[in-house]
């Protein structure tokens, strides 16, 4: 993945100073006691996304790499595992009203989403932008956008730096499928959402329908972490969560299921020989600098 390099740095400090926030809090919060009472942890899951949720025809359910990873913090709370799907347009208001425990989604790291919600501190995949594009739009490069109409997930963090840095025309849709119709029906010049989905989307089962689309460039827009997120001061939530998380870099799972559900793993593989060799330092890199 290209500039994986130059993010390492900034994942590792996101990690020390979400370490200091978990660290320093003065009140514990009850969400643990409350799902261990009813037995039960409600994670929000990404719908039918490939390769991070695929949906079972037999069952109607999605399963797949974000509820792997949901049934095993559920195994170790000793609970059973209820996934519900969420929407770049409902997750944040699920999550705060309470009819999700956690969010284990595509969701990365923003300081904005950081000032609303809490988050474990160790990212468990770093994730950057794609631009799907026809093969005859000439699009090769993000400044190729300039003045063109680039279709997000609303939400979506990559709406600033395509507006800002490439000077596109952002237009916010409900969710992927609504922009990849867009796309296809003229209403944008580029459809902008996470590499491995448009990568699966044009090279997956149905990818013979996308046969006149490409990727516009390998370069991915703002690779950043993604990170398990949940309500605001939720100490004791956050800290059991980023134990898990280390746990599943130092055994190497996040890595095999990564492998199983061809989920990009550049930085997971890099981080877990890190974790593996004792090396994951999560300190700020200033921090560091400092005698």
């Known amino acids: 993945m290209k500039h994986l390099g130059n993010k390492m740095g900034a994942v590792l400090a996101l990690a020390g100073m979400a370490a200091l926030a978990v660290s320093g809090a003065a009140h514990a919060d009850a969400t643990l006691d409350k799902i ?39 195994k170790r709370l000793g609970v059973s595992l209820e996934t519900v799907p969420v929407t770049a347009s409902t997750r944040v208001q699920f999550l705060q009203a309470g009819k999700v425990d956690l969010l284990i989604a ?41 003045g063109k109409v680039a279709c997000v997930s609303q939400g979506s963090n990559f709406a600033k730096p395509l507006q800002d840095t490439y000077g596109a025309v952002v237009k916010g849709l409900r969710n992927i499928p609504e922009s990849l119709l867009a796309l296809k029906g ?87 020989a890190q974790a593996q060799t004792g090396k994951f330092d999560s300190a700020p890199p200033e921090a560091q600098a400092k005698p």
């Open 106 to 146: 595509n969701i990365q790291w923003t300081q904005e989403r950081s000032e609303i919600l809490s988050y474990a501190p160790t990212p468990y995949n770093l994730v950057g932008g794609a631009a799907m594009v026809s093969k005859q739009s000439g699009i090769k490069r993000w400044e190729d956008l300039k």
């Open 186 to 272: 003229g209403s944008c010049d580029a459809s902008v959402h996470i590499q491995p989905a448009l990568y699966e989307t044009l090279h997956g089962p149905n990818g013979g329908e996308w046969k006149d689309f490409e990727l516009a460039t390998s370069d991915q827009l703002i690779p950043s972490p993604t990170v398990i997120w949940t309500r605001r001061n939720e100490a004791d939530t956050r800290a059991f969560v980023d134990g898990v998380i280390r746990d599943w870099l130092k055994t190497g799972l996040l890595v095999k299921e990564a492998d199983r559900y061809g989920v990009p793993a550049d930085y997971l593989k890099q981080a877990t």
């Open 36 to 74: 261990k009472q009813r037995g039960k942890i409600v994670i929000g899951v990404d719908g039918a996304s490939p390769p991070f949720g695929i949906l079972d025809p037999a069952t109607g359910k999605v399963g797949g790499f974000q509820t792997d990873l949901g049934a095993d913090i559920a």
